[in-house]
């Protein structure tokens, strides 16, 4: 049967506002971007459909190629951010209000990529076995005095491939190889799990310090399973003996599909304004990226540090090589 759209139905099709709607694939927590999108919806009557993927997201995007539904991609570090642009798979975009809301340290060159949030790479110590001052430095992390006492997670990993990548920056590739390999002779158990379930091995005694983003703290003091977890560390802010505390950030682009760009360019503004910024800083306990707004109490209470002055951008083209160093020590082996 041959289907027949009369006229009146096709005034009334022509005649009837197409949906507003973002649609975004992630890379992030669900929990950490559910209160951003519920305020934009609230706020614009734009409905957002998020997609969470772990891994495989430029992949993705690469296989759909023109028909992707996908509007937005949020996801964490430089060098995830940096591979979808060298993909292809985003686009320029032109915005006084990004301009004026992120500095441009957070900002891609050719306004790819718009960083919305930054945590720092810290160590979490044990409150019982490691004394204040023990620890200062990312160097330090290969003193033999920790053999046996540190954990983390996969080397591999984005968040400890872009501290590879600052080490190689800073020191260069030898030194940064020594070091890798120094920090794998400490290690008190093979490399696994994400960042809490290294402050949860803590707790049971596993190890005595590890690596951590910062606003992880937050998120296990929340947590009733996990709050005595977080307890039992304290934060430290080591920095590198020719720099500050590593940084990275959360980061925003556009995709270059993108079947909705106004509404996905209303969402991107969003997420520079001083509403998301303060639900950031609250609520996920990240360090916003727009000037004027305040980290929570709970982040401040933490101490303040310097931030490593390396361009991110650096880090980003230092990512190949991070990840051979990583490779030829065997770290996760």
Not at 22 to 49: H, K
Not at 274 to 279: C, G, L, S, Y
Not at 280 to 309: C, H, I
Request: aromatic share 8%.
């Amino acid at each position: 049967m041959t289907l027949r759209i009369t006229t009146a139905v096709a005034a009334l099709v022509a005649a009837t506002p197409a949906l507003a709607e973002v649609n975004i694939y992630s890379q992030r927590q669900p929990e950490l971007i559910a209160p951003i999108t519920d305020a934009f919806t609230e706020a614009t009557g734009i409905e957002t459909n998020v997609v969470h993927l772990d891994e495989g997201l430029t992949e993705r995007l690469t296989a759909e190629g023109s028909r992707s539904p996908a509007d937005i991609i949020m996801t964490v570090d430089i060098s995830r951010l940096s591979q979808a642009v060298e993909a292809g798979v985003t686009q320029a975009v032109e915005s006084d209000v990004l301009a004026e809301n992120i500095p441009a340290e957070f900002r891609d060159p050719g306004n790819q990529w718009f960083g919305v949030t930054t945590r720092a790479r810290i160590v979490y110590a044990s409150k019982e076995r490691v004394e204040d001052g023990a620890v200062t430095t990312y160097e330090d992390l290969a003193d033999p005095k920790w053999e046996g006492r540190i954990c983390t997670r996969s080397g591999t990993h984005p968040y400890n491939l872009a501290l590879v990548s600052a080490m190689i920056h800073h020191n260069g590739y030898d030194a940064a190889k020594e070091w890798a390999e120094g920090v794998k002779a400490n290690l008190a158990r093979k490399p696994q799990g994400n960042d809490r379930a290294q402050v949860k091995a803590i707790w049971a005694g596993e190890c005595d310090i590890s690596l951590g983003n910062t606003y992880y703290m937050g998120k296990m003091l929340e947590d009733p399973e996990q709050t005595e977890w977080a307890n039992s560390v304290n934060i430290v802010f080591p920095e590198f003996e020719e720099g500050g505390s590593h940084m990275n950030v959360s980061g925003v682009a556009m995709t270059a599909a993108a079947p909705n760009r106004e509404d996905a360019l209303a969402f991107m503004e969003f997420l520079a304004s001083p509403e998301a910024q303060e639900i950031y800083a609250e609520v996920n306990y990240e360090f916003p990226v727009k000037p004027d707004v305040e980290r929570s109490e709970l982040v401040q209470s933490w101490g303040d540090f310097t931030p490593d002055s390396v361009n991110l951008m650096d880090l980003a083209n230092l990512r190949a090589d991070a990840l051979r160093l990583m490779e030829e020590v065997n770290f996760d082996g």
